[in-house]
């Protein structure tokens, strides 16, 4: 029995086959037909095995979504390299930190970007090889790889288990980690995708998730071109132009956070768009607040709501849309092929039947690790189970309703409180537009809650009426002892809250409205 079987290579090779016509990539009204999808990622993996790379290199980008990181990704399969899609939208200082973790072989980047990486670059001991993406750079001339001497050429052919992508955690917790993800990893999440979200060939699909971003990749564009789809690309999420695409490419389905489905139901064009095409939608990255969910339930939308973690690849548990109505506020089922259980989290020992606890995750789509970082992955991946950090509830009918990351509750005059239950129940307030709760230190309660809140359209700030109507619908002690109003709610670069930074911004007294988006 061969090991080759899962390798994401073959994908373009039997789609050039069965549909070399169709539209694989749409990147801003430039398309990209499978036949030349393929051709361009078989060429440009011959020339980089004749320029000297081997299975294992890590080829490392700095550039927005694009049709030639596409052709490049599908190259690296080919080829048996490690693609490194780093973050435009980061710092040179934080860009030189990866770029040193990850140690590639080669930098690739985009035009507008390369002051960005040249900046970065010059903060390395070691300059790296680097060279424009797409036909103007990287598949006219590839240079030769830089490769520290204890890592030898490797020419063998490529396997389910050689790594595929490195993938950057956010960072919300502290440093970001590369977390290492496998042929097979790829393999497994987007064949348990297609058992819950399904695509077709006649699916158009918009990309809006940034490719630096395991979403960008194994959350709907990867399935589609295994399947023959066509996938239009976005750089950024702009919901004016989201609604423009969905109407006139009549989109079929889409993925994205439940800030991205806030602001295009917030858009002045939104009641007035055609959504009719738009089959189903995806939701990611947070649980989806009910008020919302009937706000796109009532446009006609079906969702898909789920769960994943980059160190998944990423899907975990999926709630199909048929659901959607009936279990507002739970994550669903875990997918096919994917296996959970709830441990308790101080002891450790796996708890059966309705139970809250800590998430564990095993199955194929569970990462290989964490690039060069040994301990990071021993503590993550303990007695064969990846170790998640988000306590949940599952019900008697093993349902999961992902309550909060354990490092986020705090405990108020000895009980434990859940920032994430308190935001669900403040954001049915017409005032709030979004909110984010912290625990923060008090001398009579040990800590209590402090709600950030972004005022919805035509609201004037009311702490009292806030904390008035949290009374009514929560215990004493969950009920926030502050309200802060904010202009923005500061998120990771996946639209994670950085409850650290709204902590920070609190013990130093800082003033809120300098509250932002991390850059």
Known sequence: MTDDLHTLGRWTRDRARATPERVAVDDRGVTLRYRDLDDRAADLASAFRAAGFGVGDRVATITGNSSDQVVLFFACAQAGLVLVPLSWRLAPRELAAQLQLSDPALLLVEDEFQTLATDAQSRLAEPLPFTLLGVRGVETLVPSPRRSPDEPLVTRSVRDDDPLLIVFTSGTLGPAKGVVLTHANCFWTNLSLSRITEITSKDVVLSVMPQYHVGGWNIQPLLAWWMGATVVLERTFDPGRVLHLIKNRRITTMMGVPANYLFLAQHPDFAATDLSSLNHAVVGGAPMPAPLLRTWHARGVALTQGYGLTEASPNVLCLPDDEARSMVGYAGKPYPHVEVAVADPVTGDLLGGAAT?????????????????????????????????????????GYFAVIDRLTDIYISGGESVAPAEVETVLVEHAAVSEVAVIGVPHERWGEVGVAFIVLAPGFSPDEADVLTYARTQLAAFKVPAFVRFVPEIPRSLGSKVLRRQLLEHWHHGLDFQTIGHEQ
């Open 357 to 397: 606890g800590e998430l564990l995750v095993r199955g194929p789509g569970v990462f290989s690790g964490y690039f060069r970082d040994p301990e990071e992955t021993a503590r993550t991946l303990r007695g064969g189970w990846l170790h998640t950090g988000d306590l949940v509830h599952r019900d008697g009918h």
